[in-house]
């Protein structure tokens, strides 16, 4: 293979590769607000199942439990100003102390304005990607917080059967 035609599949990979990460997160409605404290629970809802639509996923539902949890690691990291799953307490733990006793996973981000570009933010991740879009989990919880200097952090946290994860 030549080196042109090497550079012609690098970069027609590239631009598809671009194309299909440009189309994941559909138009959000007209009436959604920028501020995330404006934020409604069926628009958070409607926003994530609509990416995972999008992205070819079924739908979630939302689950208080997991919002708990999440608003905790969300003030934890607003508190701390640093981003991590783990600043003195596991996700596992923040989950139980929630009332939450299914498989869980986490999505955790900072800086972000608004939920979808949070969400954008998750999706050019693979590993946060594969959480916001497996079928194994069923529910979610989301939460953000802010710094005393008006930095977002923000947290999701999707939930489902153990089951799920057991490979027959």
Not at 14 to 23: I, K, Q, T
Not at 45 to 53: C, K, L, Q
Request: proline letters at 5%; one cysteine or more; a positive charge.
């Amino acid at each position: 293979m030549s080196i042109l035609s090497r550079r012609a599949v690098l970069f027609l990979g590239s631009a598809s590769l671009l194309s299909a990460c440009a189309s994941t997160i559909p138009p959000l409605p007209a009436k959604m607000s920028d501020r995330p404290e404006d934020l409604t629970r069926e628009q958070i809802v409607s926003t994530i199942n609509a990416v995972r639509r999008a992205n070819g996923a079924g739908p979630w539902t939302y689950n208080p439990a997991l919002e708990t949890a999440a608003r905790a690691q969300a003030r934890l990291m607003a508190g701390k100003d640093t981003l991590s799953h783990n600043l003195g307490t596991t996700l596992r733990q923040r989950v139980t102390e929630a009332g939450y006793v299914l498989a869980v996973g986490e999505n955790v981000a900072k800086g972000y304005k608004t939920l979808p570009a949070a969400i954008e933010g998750w999706l050019g991740s693979q590993g946060h990607r594969n959480t916001l879009l497996s079928n194994r989990f069923t529910e979610f919880g989301l939460a953000f917080a802010r710094t005393n200097s008006g930095k977002l952090y923000w947290a999701l946290i999707a939930g489902g059967p153990f089951e799920a994860w057991v490979q027959a």
